[in-house]
């Protein structure tokens, strides 16, 4: 049996995961989907967030855990966990990079996404008066992130949104190959992506190769297909 911790994307919390959990819990795996600082029911304000924060709330929860952890990365959330193997690589057993951002050493995610100037997710983010978080426009989302999802989980997902830092897409990530380097790397590609457009996507990968899974679905597969992320998730932590 195998422990995953699963990390989410932009403006979203761990309660994306909501179908993926006990799915894992059912087959005998340890399961954590924390909410980053900020996101989900984070006391934490968005716009006092930083990477660093990220790092440093997962840290803890990694240092608790018995076994390497299955590190598990949605959108947005493959910065963090990028930077979270740069600090904690022996306590991880593989990264996933679920329709990731991949870094490269020294960019930001900001850098990362510009290799694709048509994205649609930027056409729909409205940066907040202060310049520290963003939002996305609500007739944009449901086609961004749920294009595949059905009206209930779309719903339910939409209501729960948060403001995103805007600090995680604009900090460089240092990345080393002693240490990020050194832990197996996964891409699960999703092909019907509307925010992380799968040209992007194997753009990335082929910047910093990864074994690579494909997914026929959208931008969240933990909604629309979480039976058949649970099989690669397990076949990942068996390799």
């Given at each position: 049996?195998?422990?995953?911790?699963?990390?989410?994307?932009?403006?979203?919390?761990?309660?994306?995961?909501?179908?993926?959990?006990?799915?894992?819990?059912?087959?005998?795996?340890?399961?954590?989907?924390?909410?980053?600082?900020?996101?989900?029911?984070d006391q934490m304000p968005p716009a006092?967030?930083?990477?660093?924060?990220?790092?440093?709330?997962?840290?803890?929860?990694?240092?608790?855990?018995?076994?390497?952890?299955?590190?598990?990365?949605?959108?947005?959330?493959?910065?963090?966990?990028?930077?979270?193997?740069?600090?904690?690589?022996?306590?991880?057993?593989?990264?996933?990079?679920?329709?990731?951002?991949?870094?490269?050493?020294?960019?930001?995610?900001?850098?990362?996404?510009?290799?694709?100037?048509?994205?649609?997710?930027?056409?729909?983010?409205?940066?907040?008066?202060?310049?520290l978080t963003y939002t996305f426009a609500?007739?944009?989302?449901?086609?961004?992130?749920?294009?595949?999802?059905?009206?209930?989980?779309?719903?339910?997902?939409?209501?729960?949104?948060?403001?995103?830092?805007?600090?995680?897409?604009?900090?460089?990530?240092?990345?080393?190959?002693?240490?990020?380097?050194?832990?197996?790397?996964?891409?699960?590609?999703?092909?019907?992506?509307?925010?992380?457009?799968?040209?992007?996507?194997?753009?990335?990968?082929?910047?910093?190769?990864?074994?690579?899974?494909?997914?026929?679905?959208?931008?969240?597969?933990?909604?629309?297909?979480?039976?058949?992320?649970?099989?690669?998730?397990?076949?990942?932590?068996?390799?």
């Amino acid at each position: 049996m195998a422990t995953f911790m699963l990390v989410h994307g932009a403006a979203h919390g761990g309660w994306c995961w909501e179908k993926v959990v006990p799915l894992l819990e059912a087959h005998g795996h340890r399961v954590c989907a924390p909410d980053l600082p900020g996101m989900g029911k984070d006391q934490m304000p968005p716009a006092n967030v930083t990477l660093a924060d990220n790092v440093e709330k997962l840290s803890r929860l990694l240092d608790k855990m018995d076994e390497p952890v299955v590190l598990v990365g949605h959108s947005l959330g493959g910065i963090t966990i990028s930077a979270l193997a740069e600090a904690r690589r022996r306590k991880l057993k593989a990264l996933v990079y679920l329709c990731a951002i991949l870094p490269q050493p020294g960019k930001t995610g900001r850098d990362m996404s510009s290799l694709d100037p048509s994205a649609m997710w930027r056409l729909s983010r409205q940066v907040s008066p202060d310049g520290l978080t963003y939002t996305f426009a609500r007739d944009r989302i449901p086609g961004l992130f749920y294009a595949d999802v059905s009206p209930e989980d779309r719903y339910r997902a939409m209501e729960r949104l948060r403001p995103q830092p805007l600090s995680i897409s604009t900090t460089p990530v240092t990345l080393t190959e002693e240490r990020f380097g050194s832990v197996p790397r996964w891409y699960i590609e999703c092909i019907f992506d509307n925010a992380v457009k799968i040209s992007l996507q194997r753009q990335m990968v082929k910047l910093t190769p990864c074994k690579v899974i494909s997914m026929e679905c959208g931008h969240s597969p933990f909604y629309s297909n979480p039976e058949e992320l649970v099989e690669h998730l397990e076949a990942i932590a068996q390799a």
